[in-house]
């Protein structure tokens, strides 16, 4: 029985070292803030603001591929026979 405990407490322990520093704070201010704490309000605030910052560059990415020349000259494909 302890053979297996400390199997398992071993695991855990391989686990944790294995996880990112910055995941463990976030592990630890969850487990003692809660999530209706005012902390992960402002966290789930920040995620949106983060998404709506990336949607902006792909958005503008692709206003620029948009507007490029190879895009305006639509070139016609002609088939070819293949014997």
């Known amino acids: 029985m302890n053979k297996e405990k400390n199997e398992k407490e071993n695991l855990i ?25 005012k902390f992960f309000q402002h966290l789930t605030r920040s995620r949106v603001e983060l998404l709506k910052a ?13 507007k490029k020349e190879f895009f305006q000259d639509k070139k016609k494909m002609t088939k070819i026979k293949l014997e």
Do not use: M, Q, W
């Not at 322990?13 to 999530?35: D, M, V, W």
């Not at 949607?55 to 503008?60: A, G, M």
């Open 13 to 37: 322990n391989e686990k944790e070292s294995l996880t990112c520093p910055l995941s463990k704070i976030f592990i630890h201010f969850r487990s003692s803030a809660g999530r209706k704490s």
């Open 54 to 66: 990336v949607k902006s560059l792909l958005d503008d990415k692709i206003e620029y591929l948009e």
